[in-house]
């Protein structure tokens, strides 16, 4: 991020104010979070709760009833990876996913000898099987359509293609015709049915870029081009309609009407701490981990990292983040056996962070049982990385 004449601390701190984690916004919804502040990362772990926690309060039981009535959804998205959006945006984010399963087709034809045709047979009959209520978990879809289902052997499983079932499920979820419900209502854990769905699909690069620098300006062109997977030439043609004015001195883009707000803001006088998932949208908007590290703390270890990596040598957080106005103050994790958090920070802890890890811990001990950072991650996989921590932290 080139940056000259803007202090770096009005940056982090107006990303901070842009992503409601200077005192959150309590009683929003999550939708209405999901639609201010950007998509939530979903990879089975804890990331989109601790987002609305940390954002409006919001406890497990709201998000899931908020779920169970798809006023958000997780799904394939930006560069065919889920998120987490709300019911405004699905036909804008499957649109912006739609390449990433018509790939896994045109491979599947290719080198494992299953032509389209085959695909779209295979569509149909899941939409034959599938009703709008009852979810149907990848083993009964594949008992009620029989032979419709080919195992695609040793070729298919080194491109993590076992089966036909797979690549069709994720075309009819690009195209709206199926949705992904998470089998016990929960967000952070991999476990799914399907249920039949007429969801539009629609939407524009130009629409895709307007909602993200609206979330994460200002913001470069790079920035956007790792959200979106927009190639240059798109990310040129898609920006090209949107008022978007330079930041003097910088490569960072900001939206007109933001501007004046922008120069006239300051950074607040007394800290706002937030803990958030490493995957949060504060860092994983722009990806560009050392705007939000002081250069000393970008030096230190990372937890339990091998060959001496240093915390800003990582292209993602290794641990979930402590944030104070934008920057990173701190990390931690969860110690299921203790029911604790334990954290290493970067600053002297003061009454209003005492309180911050505390109101987490009991979020995270008393309503979701853990905080994996994603699916695989488990509390044996995390206690290298929790005793690092423990010992920098004494």
């Not at 979810?135 to 993590?160: K, N, T, W, Y």
Request: aromatic share 6%.
């Amino acid at each position: 991020m080139a940056n000259s004449g803007i202090p770096t601390a009005k940056l982090r701190a107006w990303w901070a104010h842009r992503q409601w984690l200077d005192g959150g916004r309590p009683g929003a919804s999550p939708a209405e979070v999901l639609a201010a502040t950007g998509w939530a990362r979903s990879v089975g772990g804890a990331a989109p709760y601790l987002g609305l926690f940390a954002r409006a309060g919001l406890d497990r039981a709201a998000v899931d009833a908020a779920v169970a009535a798809v006023q958000v959804h997780e799904l394939p998205s930006a560069r065919g990876c889920t998120y987490v959006l709300p019911a405004a945006d699905y036909a804008l984010g499957l649109a912006a996913g739609a390449a990433v399963p018509e790939s896994d087709v045109a491979m599947a034809g290719k080198h494992l000898g299953v032509s389209r045709d085959e695909i779209e047979k295979l569509c149909l009959a899941i939409c034959q099987v599938l009703s709008e209520t009852e979810p149907l978990e990848p083993s009964a879809i594949r008992a009620a359509v029989g032979d419709e289902v080919r195992g695609l052997g040793e070729p298919g499983r080194r491109r993590g293609r076992t089966t036909t079932l797979p690549i069709a499920l994720g075309l009819l979820q690009a195209r709206g015709l199926i949705r992904r419900v998470p089998v016990n209502g929960r967000l952070d854990q991999q476990r799914y049915g399907y249920v039949g769905w007429d969801q539009p699909v629609h939407g524009s690069a130009a629409e895709l870029a307007a909602r993200y620098f609206s979330w994460a300006g200002p913001a470069s062109i790079g920035h956007l081009r790792w959200f979106t997977g927009f190639t240059a030439a798109t990310a040129k043609a898609a920006t090209a309609p949107l008022d978007l004015v330079a930041l003097p001195g910088t490569d960072l883009l900001i939206r007109a009407e933001l501007r004046s707000e922008f120069d006239e803001f300051t950074v607040p006088g007394t800290p706002s701490y937030a803990l958030l998932a490493g995957i949060d949208g504060l860092h994983l908007l722009h990806r560009d981990l050392a705007r939000l590290l002081d250069p000393a703390d970008a030096e230190r270890p990372s937890p339990a990292a091998k060959g001496g990596r240093s915390f800003g040598g990582e292209a993602d957080p290794q641990s979930h983040l402590v944030v104070d106005r934008g920057r990173i103050v701190g990390i931690w994790e969860y110690d299921t056996e203790a029911g604790e958090i334990v954290h290493q920070l970067f600053v002297p802890v003061d009454e209003a962070l005492r309180e911050t890890v505390a109101r987490t811990e009991t979020f995270v001990r008393d309503q979701l049982g853990d905080a994996r950072g994603f699916s695989l991650d488990s509390p044996k996989s995390r206690a290298p990385k929790i005793a690092a921590i423990r010992a920098r932290s004494r």
